[in-house]
């Protein structure tokens, strides 16, 4: 993942200003229902800030992080308080938050480590919390100008999750890019602990 860390370090910028703008209210309408109003958010891989953004403006108490140091920055003049520069792997929050948002961040962890990064997003969250994450829709792992990413489908999600935790229940299901000029599919997952 490194590589992928150096990446949006050094175009941080062009980044924040592809995707701060972009209207994700129709993700946010499935997930903020099933968090308790007012309740507590991890943006797991915040990028810009714009999810984290969006939550606190409506009552919500964000926690954010990312591995780059530079989008931390950006993010954190975004949401106005400091925003974490964290790895997965390096999150220490046990039963912390209501609700774990993990928006096209997981796709940059390498195949071999999406278990341990699941078991440590999913640990953070409280009894009956919910998780969203959402992947790019495919079956491939590739590296693709200077980042990794692991597309998903949802067998393959499925198997890997309910290799950590048998009982979970899925919602899955696929949208198109809401970026303008891009036409990918993402699959996206609700996880209910």
């Known amino acids: 993942m490194t590589d992928s860390i150096e990446y949006y370090d050094q175009n941080a910028q062009e980044f924040f200003d592809g995707t701060v703008g972009v209207d994700m209210s129709e993700l946010y309408d499935r997930f903020l229902p099933l968090v308790p109003d007012g ?3 991890l943006d797991a ?3 810009s800030g714009r999810d984290a953004v969006a939550f606190q403006s409506k009552g919500y108490e964000v926690t954010a992080f990312d591995a780059s140091r ?3 920055e950006l993010a954190s003049e975004q949401l ?6 964290l790895r997965f792997e390096e999150i220490e ?4 938050f209501d609700g774990v948002w993990a928006c096209a961040s997981l796709l940059h962890v390498q195949r071999a480590n999406l278990k341990e990064a699941f078991e ?9 919390g ?4 959402s992947f790019k829709l495919g079956d491939k792992g590739r590296s693709e100008n200077g980042r990794i990413f692991t597309d998903m489908t949802a067998y393959e999600l499925q198997r890997v999750l309910k290799d950590i935790f048998p009982d979970l229940t899925l919602e899955i299901w696929v949208t ?3 970026r303008p000029n891009r036409s990918e599919s993402w699959l996206n997952a609700l996880i209910f602990m």
């Open 39 to 41: 309740g507590s958010i």
């Open 45 to 47: 891989g915040c990028g």
């Open 70 to 72: 530079s989008l931390c």
């Open 80 to 85: 106005g308080k400091p925003v974490h520069c």
């Open 93 to 96: 929050w046990q039963r912390a």
């Open 120 to 128: 440590v997003l999913l640990g953070s969250l409280k009894p009956k």
């Open 130 to 133: 919910v998780m969203y994450c």
């Open 176 to 178: 198109e890019d809401q």
